[in-house]
């Protein structure tokens, strides 16, 4: 079956330290995206990512990097300088041309400073 | 800036009905829709595309006033499996293929 697959579920980050969220699609989407998910608030986009090695800052990239070297994957790395990681992360994709299927969303990794 | 939707929070009896509405500072190119139950991710609900839309998704539906940059989702007859949170989702024109979602709204339907 096609989907979205995102590792670890739950990751735990000691402070100064960077981690690296996986998401993996086999839905062959061009378009790939990173939310962060606080109580509250709603979704906000860190990074997107139209096509293979070319990617844009969201409204919230500061603290976070990503690469997009293949079509299939669109890894998030939580630097140290990011001083709030805490947070439900979502990865999605969306197919391009008139898509009237939305997005398709990972099942989240749950990142926690300890 | 994020689109605006209210209310925060509703409280249904099955088979009452609700309103959910999404409203945004920018034009608009297109909203969706998405529900999201606790600790899972968010599912595709329904996408509108121009002014006027009206989507169905089972006894889910939704319109979209593009003129007032609006979005409205309609619940009839709720069942329980309506519970989550429900968020709306916005392309700003220009911005081909970004959302940017409101801040959710939480629907709790009881027997």
Known sequence: DGGITQSPKYLFRKEG??????????????????YRQDPGQGLRLIYYSQIVNDFQKGDIAEGYSVSREKKESFPLTVTSAQKNPTAFYLCASMGAGPDLYGYTFGSGTRLTVV | QQPVQSPQAVILREGEDAVINCSSSKALYSVHWYRQKHGEAPVFLMILLKGGEQMRHEKISASFNEKKQQSSLYLTASQLSYSGTYFCGTEERGATNKLIFGTGTLLAVQP
């Open chain 1, 17 to 34: 330290q960077n981690v690296t969220l996986s998401c993996e699609q086999n839905l062959n989407h061009d378009a790939m995206y990173w």
